[in-house]
């Protein structure tokens, strides 16, 4: 069964840290996959992506410098690690996988699967 499970979202201050983790199903885990958010009312929107061999990284400007992604292959799993909390980074994130080959990495409609999301929320 394909699937993706994020966990390790909460409430935090901002100036905080929180780690997110993506579980992947195995066919998935030899993939581009990438973290995206989206808040109430906006579109989803690119945070960060990874190459299936860990060779190329991705950050969006809003995140670079202060969120790091990182992927274990021996256990089928992503990670992003979130330094500096801003209140602006309160919002549903969400792993994704099986980037279509040609595509463009940073735009949603890139990847075939997603997992349910979790929620990060930074009080200011």
């Known amino acids: 069964q394909v699937q993706l499970v994020e966990s390790g979202g909460g409430l935090v201050q901002a100036g905080g840290s929180l780690s997110l983790s993506c579980a992947a199903s195995?066919?998935?885990?030899?993939?581009?996959m990438g973290w995206f958010r989206q808040a109430p009312g906006t579109e989803r929107e690119f945070v960060a992506h990874i190459s299936w061999d860990d060779a190329r990284k991705y950050y969006a400007d809003s995140v670079k410098g202060r969120f790091t992604i990182s992927r274990d292959n021996a256990k089928n799993m992503m990670y992003l690690q979130m330094n500096g909390l801003k209140p602006e980074d309160t919002a549903v994130y969400y792993c994704?996988?099986?980037?279509?080959?040609?595509?463009?990495?940073?735009?949603?409609?890139?990847?075939?699967?997603w997992g349910q999301g979790t929620q990060v929320t930074v009080s200011s």
């Open positions: 994704a996988a099986d980037q279509r080959s040609g595509s463009i990495y940073f735009q949603a409609r890139s990847y075939n699967y």
């Open positions: 195995g066919r998935l885990f030899s993939t581009d």
